[in-house]
């Protein structure tokens, strides 16, 4: 089945310490692979995908085929980066939707 | 500002009556729109897609007579829950995919509808 897997349900990380959020597909062919964040009272909406190979508010996610993974990244967290984050694939050009991560950062 | 917006924001509804939600494109024509479902703490579940002048496709395990969509115009989606039931208390987010593009160059979201049923 194609589909993506967010292992960690909640993750705490420190103001200034590093992030990583963790994704894994499963996917025939070549996927397409996004990570979308929620901020509280707010609408989802896109961060990143990987066909862009951008930075978004200090954060990256390289795609790894090898490992099948596609981790969100940022090397210095901030408190305003605390979130919903959902990694997502394009499936049948429809988007699905991991389990989501909440990142809390503490001061 | 928003491109996407949802009607009503909140409802609460008693059981075994019907409740309309309406999902609206505000800056552009869209061909395409998508509905999801999210329980409390957990993912986005993708219910059906939305097509303009045509029949919805749904997911698979999704009721297609229980979860009515209508795309009657370029602008507007509606999702009506027909006799709905506690179990269907729940959060109801509509995606927007702009007319003409590919779907990872426009992927808009909505707000949301928060059903509460009775």
């Known amino acids: 089945a194609q589909r993506v897997t967010q292992p960690e349900k909640l993750l705490s990380v420190f103001k200034g310490a590093p992030v990583e959020l963790k994704c894994n597909y499963s996917?025939?062919?070549?996927?397409?692979l996004f990570w979308y964040v929620q901020y509280s009272r707010q609408r989802l909406q896109l961060l990143l995908r990987?066909?862009s190979r951008e930075s978004i508010k200090g954060f990256t996610a390289d795609l790894n085929k090898g490992e099948t993974s596609f981790h969100l990244k940022k090397p210095f967290a901030q408190e305003e980066d605390s979130a919903m984050y959902y990694c997502?694939?394009?499936?049948?050009?429809?988007?699905?939707f991991g389990k989501g991560t909440r990142l809390h950062i503490l001061p | 500002g928003a491109v996407v917006s949802q009607h009503p924001s909140r409802v609460i509804c008693k059981s075994g009556t019907s409740v309309k939600i309406e999902c609206r494109s505000l800056?552009?024509?869209?061909?395409?729109m998508f509905w999801y479902r999210q329980f409390p703490k957990q993912s986005l579940m993708l219910m059906a897609t939305?097509?303009?002048?045509?029949?919805?496709?749904?997911e698979q395990g999704v009721e297609k007579d229980k979860f009515l969509i209508n795309h009657a115009s370029l602008t507007l989606s509606t999702l009506t829950v027909t006799s709905a039931h506690p179990e269907d208390s729940s959060f109801y987010i509509c995606?927007?995919?702009?007319?003409?593009?590919?779907?990872?160059?426009?992927?808009?979201f909505g707000p949301g509808t928060r059903l509460t049923v009775l």
């Open positions: 939305s097509n303009e002048g045509s029949k919805a496709t749904y």
């Open positions: 990987h066909i």
């Open positions: 800056d552009f024509q869209a061909t395409t």
């Open positions: 997502a694939l394009n499936r049948d050009d429809k988007i699905i």
């Open positions: 995606s927007v995919r702009r007319a003409g593009t590919s779907l990872t160059d426009t992927q808009y």
């Open positions: 996917y025939s062919g070549s996927p397409e």
